[in-house]
């Protein structure tokens, strides 16, 4: 049971650059999320998922995009990377009605 | 606007001492407040949750307690150890919450020393 695991664990990017940053939890759960987290700040929340076909925009989803691509997948995407976007992205997911949630190692993404 | 804020923003302390770290929240309607801990490199781990008719609940030498009239918690740490060196960071969620409806403190760096 490995709970929940995020790729790659380090990444660096050019500016105009894109990715995708793959998350994957094992624990059945239906909901799943994005954040980052910037030094000295809390983490915010980017995008997140309800339940498998679903997604809704967080806090701050401007330059991101997601896809749930079944119950265990949730990906996030930069399509044109800014140094704005360098920052440490966690995924976590959580059980229906449940706001316990488990988290990622996380990637740290630099823009350069 | 709903809003978490946590105090003091980092703390030092010898090991064996105890320490509480405090969580001050405006968010409403209230769900829940969690405690979270997050080791340097790593994502948060859950320490506790309550609900609204908790005031108080541990998880080994971690005891947090609520008062959701005031709208504060605070997170009691007894016997520090070198391994309680880390980011600790108070999540509050509003009623019928999902994750769109949590709010996330800036957390308070904790260090311990020998």
């Known amino acids: 049971n490995a709970g929940v695991t995020q790729t790659p664990k380090f990444q660096v990017l050019k500016t105009g650059q894109s990715m995708t940053l793959q998350c994957a939890q094992d624990?059945?759960?239906?909901?799943m999320y994005w954040y980052r987290q910037d030094p000295g700040m809390g983490l915010r929340l980017i995008y997140y998922?309800?339940?498998?076909?679903?997604?809704d925009k967080g806090e701050v989803p401007n330059g991101y995009n997601v896809s749930r691509l079944n119950k265990r997948e949730f990906s996030l995407r930069l399509e044109s990377a800014a140094p704005s976007q360098t920052s440490v992205y966690f995924c976590?997911?959580?059980?229906?009605?449940?706001?316990?949630?488990?988290f990622g190692p996380g990637t740290r993404l630099t823009v350069t | 606007k709903n809003q978490v804020e946590q105090s003091p923003q980092s703390l030092i302390i010898l090991e064996g001492k105890n320490c509480t770290l405090q969580?001050?929240?405006?968010?409403?309607?209230?769900?829940?407040l969690r405690w979270y801990k997050q080791d340097t490199g790593r994502g948060p781990v859950s320490l506790t949750i309550?609900?609204?008719?908790?005031n108080t609940k541990s998880n080994g030498r971690y005891t947090a307690t609520l008062d959701a009239d005031t709208k504060q918690s605070s997170l009691h740490i007894t016997a520090s150890q070198l391994s309680d060196s880390a980011s600790y960071i108070c999540v509050v969620s509003w009623l019928n919450t999902n994750a769109g409806k949590s709010t996330f403190g800036d957390g308070t760096t904790l260090t311990v020393k020998p």
């Open positions: 969580c001050n929240y405006t968010v409403s309607p209230f769900s829940n």
């Open positions: 309550m609900t609204f008719s908790e």
């Open positions: 976590a997911s959580s059980a229906s009605g449940s706001s316990e949630q488990y």
């Open positions: 624990m059945n759960h239906n909901s």
């Open positions: 998922s309800a339940s498998e076909g679903t997604t």
